[in-house]
């Protein structure tokens, strides 16, 4: 079968014909990929920043937001058959499973190394099939098909999200996410649906077509930083810069949550988080609660603002996409099999 994947002997990104996987383990389940979304990471990935091939191998299939039909269950998976559709969560709990994973929260594991699909150490998506634990696939309804592409990213914010609500000592009222590509647009519609009055700030001008989305669902763009203090601050530009202009944004008690920033050199305002008490949080990765709650929103996200989302291209042409720069659409996802 094909496969879209980092050579890290030859330091690229290839396309291979790799062997088809199968069921091995009674609690093991075959899928079919349908779609695979790429994103900043897959692009992190393909510049050798972070990641790694299995243990013996030289080759790392990538592509880790994916929806797949199932395919084939093994004797002992109970709660899925053949036909279903699901999503697979990213990353496996550790073995001897640390604190974290044994309570379930894999997304806070404290392992030296975690081991994540597509990502570190696990074969990815970007292919024909895949064999997962049932426990690691989050099933979805068939009326969330269209866009269940969209439930790995969705599953980060909603970690992002609720960490914030919970951490404020307040009430929330005023949010504002800085960034506006997938991440960045999804956090915000996920803070207007629990009622909070969201701006985004990113360096797109006002009359984007981001903009003028995220305008459509009720949410203010703001090219330059000004307005309201911030209750909750997301930041999802991948920017240190823009992750410190933000904080300066925060209103007391505000809950900042940092998501892709890289590290910062210079003036760090602790004096005005101590005495505002604000919380600054980082986080990673989604718990399957997490997930759980991405396919209940999904389900409320308005249809027509989730379509304009969405770019959806051929499988041949995902190495294109993994290596090319952002487009006016914020999410792009390779169509696997039909
Ligand atoms: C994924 C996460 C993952 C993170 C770091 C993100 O793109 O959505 O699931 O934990 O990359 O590897
Ligand atoms: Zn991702």
Same mark, same amino acid.
């Given at each position: 079968?094909?496969?879209? %994947?980092?050579?890290?002997a030859?330091?690229?990104?290839e $396309?291979?014909?790799?062997p088809?996987?199968? &069921?091995?383990?009674?609690?093991e389940?075959?899928?079919? *990929?349908?779609?695979?979304g790429?994103c ?7 510049l ?15 592509g880790?937001?994916?929806l797949? #039909? ?33 309570r %379930? ?10 081991r994540?699909? %597509?990502i ?6 970007l292919? !024909?099939?895949?064999?997962?634990? #049932? ?8 009326s ?5 592409v ?6 980060v *914010? ?7 609500l919970?951490?404020?000592?307040? $009430? ?10 997938p991440?960045? &647009?999804l ?9 909070? !009055? ?5 360096? #797109?001008?006002?009359?984007h077509p981001? =903009? ?8 203010t ?5 000004e ?5 909750v ?9 823009? =992750?410190?202009?933000?904080? !300066?944004r925060l209103?007391?008690l ?13 003036r760090?305002p ?5 005495v505002?008490?604000?919380?600054? &949080? ?12 991405? $396919? ?5 996200l308005?249809?027509? &603002?989730l ?6 291209l ?18 792009? $996802?390779?169509?696997v099999?039909d």
């Amino acid at each position: 079968m094909r496969a879209v %994947g980092l050579s890290y002997a030859g330091r690229r990104l290839e $396309v291979r014909q790799v062997p088809e996987p199968s &069921i091995t383990a009674p609690t093991e389940v075959l899928l079919r *990929v349908r779609e695979v979304g790429i994103c900043g990471t897959d692009r992190e990935l393909a510049l050798f920043r972070l990641g790694f091939p299995p243990a013996g191998e030289e080759f790392l299939i990538l592509g880790h937001e994916a929806l797949a #039909e199932v395919v084939a269950c093994g004797s002992g998976v109970s709660r899925l058959r053949p036909g279903d559709w699901v999503v697979p969560m990213v990353r496996r709990p550790c073995r001897p499973p640390c604190p974290s994973c044994a309570r %379930g929260r894999r997304d806070l594991c404290l392992a030296p190394e975690q081991r994540e699909r %597509g990502i570190f150490g696990l074969h990815g998506y970007l292919t !024909e099939y895949a064999v997962d634990e #049932e426990e690691d696939l989050v099933p979805i309804p068939p009326s969330l098909v269209d866009y269940a592409v969209l439930i790995e990213p969705l599953s980060v *914010v909603e970690k992002a999200v609720e960490t914030a609500l919970r951490v404020h000592q307040g $009430v929330p009222v005023t949010a504002l996410v800085v960034g506006a590509g997938p991440i960045g &647009i999804l956090a915000a519609l996920l803070l207007r649906l629990r009622g909070l !009055e969201v701006a985004v700030h990113s360096l #797109e001008p006002e009359d984007h077509p981001r =903009a003028a989305l995220l305008v459509e669902a009720g949410i203010t763009y703001r090219p330059r930083l000004e307005g309201l203090p911030a209750d909750v601050l997301i930041e999802a530009a991948g920017s240190a810069e823009a =992750a410190l202009a933000g904080l !300066e944004r925060l209103a007391p008690l505000g809950v900042a949550v940092l998501l892709g920033a890289d590290d910062a050199f210079g003036r760090f305002p602790f004096r005005g988080l101590i005495v505002g008490n604000r919380s600054l &949080i980082g986080s990673v990765n989604a718990s399957p609660s997490a997930f759980a709650a991405a $396919v209940e929103d999904l389900g409320r996200l308005d249809r027509r &603002i989730l379509d304009r989302l969405l770019l959806r291209l051929p499988f041949a042409e995902a190495a294109r996409s993994i290596l090319a720069p952002p487009e006016v659409t914020p999410k792009r $996802v390779h169509v696997v099999a039909d």
